[in-house]
Every structure is written in structure tokens, then in C-alpha cells.
């Protein structure tokens, strides 16, 4: 273990570089992960952290020490003094505890023959990662990102998701438009003033789901592209949904479809 206690250490410097700033953690291609949960889920998914980071105090702490104990030999580990910690934690509420590691990449490009989630201007982070949470829970691993959307790394997309990110292939700076020219699969949006309704669509595969900005909603160019304009249906008081909530109710109408069609295609089942 390295212990840092000063401010003016370069390597201190050069983490909380990569905590405060978006160029950085795109320059590096690097992240931080800050608590247990997130590290556990990296590391399931995909393999050993390139440095933890701890507090004083975050090392004393049980779970954090069981944790440091079972680390390889020669593991990177770098022990801040509190005040340093709580300067490059990502939380109001530190826990202790982060892991550098690279951003993972898609093994491939895009997939045109799979389902996927598009989103469009979507700017800020924590709708960005809730999205990627539903997305990951109910089935859609690819995931496309316009060059205008929240960074999917950042501290606050990371925390919202909650280890999703991990679950899949997240295409950033993504031209929307031109994947769905080529898309062989249904394509649709949501829109207030739409005839069809979520409810009574059918929602096959392959599907491409496009979520555009909390303002402006999708682009004219990228709903031009679309094939499905649909209604989510809400009570007359309601106007319209968090983008986050929306791509949530849309996502897991279209698991709930297929896993009904499943069901129905058992043996014996009506």
C-alpha cells in the first residue's frame, strides 16, 4: 500500500483530475467507482480494478478491510488521509472506498440485427444511468449514445446505474441517425400526440427504442428514421414523463411481451 497525505502529490493530483473532469476520463480512457457495490460489479463482469483507493478511515471499516485482505499481491493500493479522500469522493456521503478502472468497450461495432437503446441528447447524468439500469434489466444490452448526450461514465451516471454499466455494450458518440438507416428491425419512439398506443403494439425483435433530451424530446432528423410513433397512455392530468421514467415503461412492456409470448408457446399453457 502507498499512502498519500499531501494535496501537492502527483498522483493524488492526477485522481482527482480524473474525478472532476469529463475530458480526462475520455483522454484515459479511465473511471472511478465509488463504494463496494460497484467495484463487486466490475469486478464480476469484468476483472480486476487498476487501483483502489481508500480513505484512513475507509480502511478501518470492515467491509473495506475483508476487501483490501483478499487482494492479489502486488495490487495497486493508494491510502489517502480522510480529508484528501473526501476532497475526490463522488458522494456527499463517502464510503470509503473506490476503484480506478478502464472504461470497458464493446467487443465489436454496432449490431444492426439486434435490439438496442438510443438515446438522443439525453444530457442529464442521472437519467442517463437510470436508463441504462432498465435497459440492462429488462434484456437490451446495446446501447447507443449521441455525441451530445451525458458522458456514460461519469461519477453520477455510474451511481445512478448501479453496476449496469457492466451488463453492456454502450456505443458513445454514436451517429443515431445513420444506425437506423441500416437498422433491420423495428424501430420506435414515443410521442404524446401519437395514435397507436404502447399497450396495444406489438413489440417484436429485433427493436431499437430511441429516447431523446428532456426538453426537446427525439430530433426531427432521428424521428424521421423511426418506423413506430407511440402513445404512452397517462391520465388527463398528466402531460408527459421523465425521459428516464418513459424509457422505463417502454422497455419493461416490451419484456413483459416477449416473456407472456414465451410463456404462451409452452406446452399446455393458454
Keep these: 500500500m502507498k499512502r498519500i497525505g499531501s494535496r501537492d502529490n502527483a498522483h493524488y493530483k492526477a485522481?482527482?483530475?480524473?474525478?472532476?473532469?469529463?475530458?480526462?476520463?475520455?483522454?484515459?480512457?479511465?473511471?472511478?467507482?465509488?463504494?463496494?457495490?460497484?467495484?463487486?460489479?466490475?469486478?464480476?463482469?469484468?476483472?480486476?480494478?487498476?487501483?483502489?483507493?481508500?480513505?484512513?478511515?475507509?480502511?478501518?471499516?470492515p467491509e473495506n478491510a475483508r476487501y483490501l485482505d483478499s487482494r492479489p499481491a502486488g495490487s495497486r493500493i493508494s491510502v489517502l488521509a480522510d480529508a484528501l479522500f473526501d476532497d475526490l469522493a463522488l458522494v456527499d456521503t463517502p464510503s470509503g472506498i473506490m476503484a480506478v478502472v478502464a472504461q470497458p468497450q464493446p467487443a465489436g461495432g454496432c449490431d444492426h440485427a439486434a435490439d438496442a437503446v438510443l438515446l438522443d441528447g439525453v444530457q442529464d447524468p442521472?437519467?442517463?444511468?437510470?436508463?441504462?439500469?432498465?435497459?440492462?434489466?429488462?434484456?437490451?444490452?446495446?446501447?447507443?449514445?449521441?455525441?451530445?448526450?451525458?458522458?456514460?461514465?461519469?461519477?453520477?451516471?455510474?451511481?445512478?446505474?448501479?453496476g449496469a454499466h457492466f451488463q453492456l455494450d454502450i456505443h458513445e458518440n454514436s451517429d443515431l441517425s445513420r444506425f437506423l438507416a441500416a437498422y433491420r428491425g423495428q424501430s420506435a419512439a414515443t410521442l404524446p400526440a401519437a395514435s397507436s398506443s404502447?399497450?396495444?403494439?406489438?413489440?417484436?425483435?429485433?427493436?431499437?427504442?430511441?429516447?431523446?433530451?428532456?426538453?426537446?424530446?427525439?430530433?426531427?432528423?432521428?424521428?424521421?428514421?423511426?418506423?413506430?410513433?407511440?402513445?404512452?397512455?397517462?391520465?388527463?392530468?398528466?402531460?408527459?414523463?421523465?425521459?428516464?421514467?418513459?424509457?422505463?415503461?417502454?422497455?419493461?412492456?416490451?419484456?413483459?411481451?416477449?416473456?407472456?409470448?414465451?410463456?404462451?408457446?409452452?406446452?399446455?399453457?393458454?
Design 126 to 162: 442521472g437519467n442517463l444511468g437510470s436508463i441504462l439500469r432498465s435497459a440492462a434489466a429488462a434484456g437490451f444490452r446495446q446501447i447507443l449514445l449521441s455525441a451530445d448526450c451525458a458522458q456514460a461514465w461519469s461519477p453520477k451516471s455510474l451511481r445512478a446505474a448501479m
Design 15 to 61: 485522481l482527482l483530475k480524473l474525478s472532476q473532469s469529463s475530458r480526462e476520463r475520455r483522454k484515459s480512457g479511465r473511471a472511478l467507482l465509488d463504494g463496494m457495490h460497484l467495484i463487486e460489479a466490475y469486478e464480476q463482469s469484468c476483472g480486476v480494478p487498476d487501483e483502489i483507493v481508500v480513505s484512513d478511515g475507509g480502511a478501518a471499516r
Design 198 to 270: 404502447l399497450y396495444s403494439a406489438t413489440l417484436g425483435r429485433p427493436l431499437a427504442w430511441v429516447f431523446g433530451s428532456e426538453g426537446l424530446g427525439v430530433r426531427p432528423q432521428v424521428l424521421a428514421q423511426t418506423s413506430r410513433h407511440l402513445r404512452i397512455p397517462m391520465s388527463a392530468a398528466s402531460e408527459s414523463l421523465n425521459v428516464a421514467a418513459a424509457a422505463a415503461v417502454c422497455l419493461f412492456e416490451t419484456l413483459r411481451q416477449r416473456q407472456a409470448a414465451e410463456l404462451s408457446a409452452l406446452p399446455g399453457v393458454d
